[in-house]
């Protein structure tokens, strides 16, 4: 219709006439559509459904490894998320799928506005959560939304980690004088008497989440589990 010079206003070809460009789950307007004006029909389509996939994987690492995730627990998080059955089904409904896969590119950005600023992360992540409209998928919306506040909350437990750093939601607390140690005896803060940081109740080590830290587990015991040649022997022998 556009290589013939008419506008994508209406589709004649469907029923008595339909709207087209007014109807969000054309996809006249997300991106992937120009691969259709630059490949054939069903090379294009085939780049668009595996390009997304590769989308969310590459926006779930960068979610990952900003919750403070190691570099082979965010790849065993973006592969479990960008090839699970969910989202691979979604290649027969494509707008659905074009909102999914922009749903932890979307989030990663968010968050990072949130955390490091506006400009520029703030401008990106409205441009990523205004592809996600053009899919016209409002469930996909409501998801995203849904799973930013809650990473706001889960990865808030940590000073290091989260999207409620900037509210300061983990500030470190004083000793008490009135704190007991093991043995019984009452404890003085410090020496000079001023008092001392204590890690907030549920931070995991080295600023990591549980989310990140189960990750981070997971995959240590792949790499050992892969990595041991001595074969297990069965409970008989």
Not at 14 to 40: E, V
Request: glycine share 8%; net charge positive; hydrophobic share 45%.
């Amino acid at each position: 219709m556009i290589s013939e010079g008419e506008p994508p206003l209406w589709n004649p070809q469907r029923g008595a006439g339909q709207p087209l460009l007014a109807n969000p789950n054309a996809l006249i307007l997300h991106p992937t559509t120009l691969l259709f004006f630059l490949l054939p029909f069903e090379w294009a389509f085939k780049t668009s459904v595996i390009a997304q996939i590769l989308l969310a994987a590459a926006g779930a690492w960068l979610l990952l490894r900003d919750a403070r995730a190691s570099a082979s627990a965010a790849c065993l998080g973006a592969g479990v998320f960008a090839f699970s059955g969910y989202l691979i089904s979604l290649g027969n409904l494509l707008n659905l799928l074009d909102s999914a896969a922009f749903m932890p590119l979307s989030l990663w950005l968010a968050g990072r506005a949130v955390t490091r600023g506006f400009a520029p992360w703030g401008s990106l992540a409205a441009l990523s959560l205004s592809v996600q409209v053009m899919a016209g998928e409002p469930a996909m919306l409501l998801a995203t939304v849904a799973a930013f506040l809650a990473l706001h909350w889960s990865l808030g437990a940590c000073p290091s980690n989260g999207l409620s750093r900037a509210h300061g939601a983990c500030e470190p607390q004083p000793r008490s004088e009135a704190e007991v140690d093991p043995s019984g005896r009452r404890r003085r803060a410090t020496m000079d008497g001023a008092a001392t940081p204590v890690r907030p109740k549920g931070c995991g080590g080295a600023g990591s989440s549980p989310s990140s830290a189960l990750l981070d587990d997971v995959s240590h015991r792949l790499r050992r589990a892969s990595s041991d040649p001595t074969p297990r022997r069965s409970q008989r022998d």
